[in-house]
């Protein structure tokens, strides 16, 4: 399978409790992207990387979240201190230089928030 | 600010045409996409609009129009598997990466 994959696919925790999402992008892609969407609304965008430099983050984002991608290939998105407004669906979508509108998006980690 | 308005919801029939109308107001602008997304799935990537004007693929067209902030997607020859969320998704800066997504419209196609 050449698309984008996540892992894990779900994930329970306790609030308070830290946990760390995988996101591995279509292999010829250079941007990566994170972004959350919750039951009846469009995705959220979060961050996004160009290789492993991370070029925006979304002010919505609290100092809790933080995202890498260290060797501009595989990503991991980190929450620590969840909370319940945390529960979501996290994307993971990865492009081409030059054709940000044509994202290409993994089947997301679904996180619940106890 | 940001914001995209669609419908929430669309009814069509199985073979009949069904137009989705997105309208945008953003801080800035380089094109419109559209995506669709199944219960359970992931969003993919249908139509992108650069310029003014209609993109046709296949069954499904696209429509832009700068002037007005306004831009459609187009459904022709409606299938069941048609069923599904779809979004349009502004792209703010010709070197930025992110979208921004509207909030979606529940297309439901019956029999």
């Known amino acids: 399978d050449t698309g984008v994959s996540q892992n894990p696919r779900h994930k329970i925790t306790k609030r308070g409790q830290n946990v760390t999402f995988r996101c591995d992008p279509i292999?010829?892609?250079?941007?990566l992207y994170w972004y959350r969407q919750t039951l009846g609304q469009g995705p959220e965008f979060l961050t996004y990387?160009?290789?492993?430099?991370?070029?925006?983050k979304s002010r919505l984002l609290s100092d809790r979240f933080s995202a890498e991608r260290p060797k501009g290939s595989f990503s991991t998105l980190e929450i620590q201190r969840t909370e319940q407004g945390d529960s979501a669906m996290y994307l993971c979508?990865?492009?081409?230089?030059?054709?940000?509108?044509?994202?290409?998006f993994g089947p997301g980690t679904r996180l619940t928030v106890t | 600010g940001q914001s995209l308005e669609q419908p929430s919801e669309v009814t069509a029939v199985e073979g009949a045409i069904v137009q989705i109308n997105c309208t945008y107001q953003?801080?800035?602008?380089?094109?419109l996409s559209w995506y669709q997304q199944h219960d359970g799935g992931a969003p993919t990537f249908l139509s992108y609009?650069?310029?003014?004007g209609l993109e046709e693929t296949g069954r499904f067209s696209s429509f832009l129009s700068r002037s007005d902030s306004y831009g459609y997607l187009l459904l022709q020859e409606l299938q069941m598997k048609d069923s599904a969320s779809y979004f349009c998704?502004?792209?703010?800066?010709?070197?930025?990466?992110?979208?921004?997504f509207g909030q979606g419209t529940e297309l439901s196609v019956k029999p």
């Open positions: 979508a990865s492009s081409l230089p030059g054709q940000g509108y044509e994202q290409y």
């Open positions: 292999s010829e892609h250079n941007r």
């Open positions: 990387f160009q290789n492993e430099a991370q070029l925006e």
């Open positions: 953003t801080s800035g602008f380089y094109g």
């Open positions: 609009n650069g310029l003014d």
């Open positions: 998704a502004v792209r703010a800066f010709a070197k930025g990466g992110k979208l921004i």
